[in-house]
């Protein structure tokens, strides 16, 4: 019997926001793969994939770019959206789930502008959308409210 693919969960969001460090939460192992950064600008510049078993489930999971980095970065909004595109359409087992990660602090009017144009634009609302909102440690002291 040949083995089921795996699970395509792409995580997207703005820079900064810890698609990365989740992808590293979610690999469980000691040593991150996935490089992390403290800063607001983000560290990955490529799509990336990670491949893991999760409760005898394969999954590749698939840390991108930062959207809406600025001038900072050497590549633009445009530029990471446009790499999102081509991963999302270049998978031939097709996408799971997507993982939009924002930073609570941080969330701006561009929100609901991207999860437009990834889940009802490019996916045309046939793969379904989780939100993480990361970054309230430092915000609300009773992380229950």
Known sequence: MATPAPRNVIFFGTAGAGKSSIVNMLL????????VSNSA???TSSNKD??????GRNYRFYDTPGLNQGSMRPFSTAD???SLYHLLHSLKDGVSLLVYCVRGPRVTGSLER???ILYD???QQHVPIVMIVTGLEDQEPDMES
């Open 121 to 123: 634009g490019v996916c």
């Open 41 to 43: 600008l983000g560290c």
């Open 114 to 116: 991207d999860y437009k």
């Open 80 to 82: 990471a959206l446009r």
């Open 50 to 55: 990670y491949s893991t078993a999760i409760e």
């Open 28 to 35: 469980g192992e000691k040593d991150e793969k996935a490089l």
